[in-house]
């Protein structure tokens, strides 16, 4: 990685952008660019016009960074600063009408973070965890757990706890991109049947089963990881599996438990929770994981290209 010095050398100079372009014959489009991202793929037919132009060399121009000294680079940007954290509550005001109030985690001063949010109209309310960490892939923000409280006072309300529901988690992948970060990742807690004592993955549900399914007397996990698995899997979201025998393990597994083929009509969501539930007895499954990863890619020019075919854990 090759870290530019663009915008101090601008300054030492006393050059504008627009005179720089006008006596180099780059674009203010591309000077621009450089400037503001001082790791900006630069060209190698520009990057010699600029330093004919301010007759310095390579090494006066910029350093060079390791894949990993670029990344500790970023992570020092991307903390949770004052500036940052006004970012991210200007989003939530913004996206889902919720003003949030932080405390820092103990795992890692700037890089962990408790949120919690007032209560919109007395009725819906959030809190969570999230952290900055690093892998080979590059930054991943990770959600590390999200859960809503809602107080419905009448069957109209689910569209627009909904909706809210949707805006918090725009506004954590809006943040995450707008900040950098290579990769976005939710964790969806499997919740505990209190009949089998099993642990179950939520289910997929669509907009209709999810009024129908979601508790309006007593919104628990269930409720919530059910809501956010089905936001985040329509939002393009997959699932992360580490190795290629864990998914297809995996995926005989969940074949299995969600096997509604004995049913001849359409199901309700509440038919289909039942179903699984005796499939999963049958077959004595006990998931050992508490969570389930899912991912998005945001900035996919942070990855190395020989790295991003790389299997490895966020």
Aim: aromatic residues 14%.
């Amino acid at each position: 990685m090759y870290r530019n010095n663009l915008k101090r050398i601008l300054i030492d100079k006393k050059t504008s952008v627009k005179q720089l372009s006008e006596n180099t014959g780059i674009s203010r489009q591309t000077i621009s660019n450089i400037r503001d991202n001082e790791f900006h793929d630069i060209s190698s037919n520009v990057l010699t016009i600029l330093l004919t132009y301010f007759q310095i060399n390579y090494y006066e121009f910029g350093e060079i960074y390791t894949h990993e000294e670029y990344l500790q680079y970023k992570l020092s940007k991307v903390g949770f600063n004052d500036e940052n954290l006004k970012k991210l509550n200007a989003l939530f005001i913004k996206h889902c009408n919720l003003d949030l109030r932080f405390s820092f985690d103990t795992y890692g001063n700037d890089r962990s973070l408790n949120f919690n949010s007032s209560r919109h109209f007395r009725k819906i309310a959030c809190n969570g965890n999230v952290r900055i960490n690093t892998t080979l892939y590059g930054l991943t923000f990770d959600i590390i757990d999200i859960d809503c409280q809602w107080r419905p006072s009448d069957k109209d309300e689910f569209e627009y706890f909904h909706n809210i529901y949707m805006g918090i988690i725009y506004a954590l992948e809006k943040y995450a991109q707008q900040l950098g970060f290579t990769y976005i990742v939710f964790n969806v807690a499997n919740y505990l049947d209190k009949v089998t004592q099993l642990y179950l993955h939520p289910m997929q549900l669509n907009k209709m089963d999810l009024k129908v399914f979601i508790s309006r007397e007593s919104f628990d996990i269930r409720d919530n990881e059910t809501l956010k698995r089905s936001i985040i899997l329509k939002r393009g979201y997959i699932q992360y599996i580490s190795t290629k025998s864990t998914q297809e393990v995996k995926n005989i597994r969940d074949n299995i438990i969600n096997n509604y083929s004995n049913c001849s009509k359409r199901i309700s969501a509440f038919e289909k929770e039942n179903i699984r539930i005796l499939n999963a007895k049958k077959i004595g499954f006990k998931d050992e994981e508490l969570y389930t990863k899912y991912f998005k890619l945001l900035n996919k020019e942070l990855i190395p290209i020989d790295r991003i075919y790389i299997e490895s854990g966020f």
